[in-house]
């Protein structure tokens, strides 16, 4: 059999599932790695540019009909996440309560959906650069900008006299479930064995991060800068093996989200 092309995340967010593959500790010489971010590797799954990857969940419920899911593992977070945040001015009540326009990173399907959901649907617009999204916040174009992934762990300076709006917590105040972010997902047109082969190497490799965070903590430390003591507050957070109260908040989320026109996958 071929090498399964299997997509990462370019985050720290899924180091620890996904660190051992990078490696070679699990699966060496059986996969083609290729990393990206969330919109990244939707597009190229969805294209049939890769045979495994972690997508948004959103794209996965946009696209169920292209895909067979690892059903055991997902990335999720039981309350506050602090890397899907949203910088306004605004109190939370105020970004519920009207009609709210938000830049919205590009990354990500799921934060955006979520977003969406939570403000009561805002008006989303995708940014170019941070750059962009301070001019428009300071400029009064936006009443918040959201951002994700290792950006939101240590956010430009302009957002520190912001009211932060941790999405996770947000959506656990209002639900009372954990908030599932991204699944792991094969193409329905690879084999049996590949997709056998993928869920064992993925399983695997959340087994060898378990086994070895400080590890984990320290390729974070690396690749972000960020102080190991932060690290490891925002790992312990992050949740991987799916549970009932994972997949609970997973259908809650996704009959909010099959609601019409909420949110396209590619937005």
């Known amino acids: 059999m071929n090498p399964l092309r299997f997509g990462v995340l370019s985050y720290v967010n899924c180091l620890p599932a996904t660190l051992a593959l990078e490696r070679g500790e699990v ?9 990206g971010t969330p919109a990244q590797l939707n597009q190229a799954i969805r294209t049939g540019e890769l045979d495994v990857s972690v997508v948004s969940a959103a794209e996965y419920l946009e696209n169920q009909e292209l895909y067979h899911r690892i059903e055991e593992i997902a990335l999720w ?5 602090r890397s899907v945040c949203l910088y306004s001015q605004l109190s939370q009540a105020q970004l519920a309560g009207g009609a709210i326009k938000l830049m919205v990173t590009p990354e990500s399907a799921t934060s955006v959906a979520l977003a969406r959901m939570l403000t009561g649907r805002a008006t989303t617009t995708p940014f170019t650069t941070l750059e962009q999204a301070e001019s428009a916040l300071r400029e009064g174009q936006t009443d918040g900008v959201l951002l994700i992934g290792d ?34 997902v094969a193409r329905r047109d690879l084999s049996k064995e590949g997709f056998d082969l993928a869920r064992e190497l993925l399983a695997r ?3 060898w991060g378990e086994q070895a965070m400080d590890e984990v903590v320290a390729e974070a430390h690396r690749r972000s ?11 312990e957070g992050l949740q991987f093996r799916v ?15 099959s609601t019409p026109n909420l949110v ?3 937005e």
């Not at 009211?163 to 954990?178: R, S, V």
Request: proline letters at 6%; a positive charge; charged letters at 25%.
């Open 243 to 257: 549970t009932p109260e994972s997949r609970a908040g997973y259908r809650r989320f996704k009959e909010k989200f």
């Open 151 to 184: 950006t939101a762990l240590d956010p430009p300076a302009w957002t520190r006299n912001l009211q932060i709006h941790d999405l996770g917590g947000w959506w656990k105040d209002d639900t009372g479930f954990p908030m599932t972010y991204a699944v792991w």
């Open 27 to 35: 699966g060496q010489d059986q996969l083609i790695l290729r990393k």
């Open 264 to 266: 396209r996958a590619g």
């Open 77 to 81: 977070c039981d309350g506050p996440v």
């Open 225 to 235: 800068g960020l102080a190991v003591g932060e690290l490891q507050r925002y790992f």
């Open 205 to 207: 490799s959340c087994d």
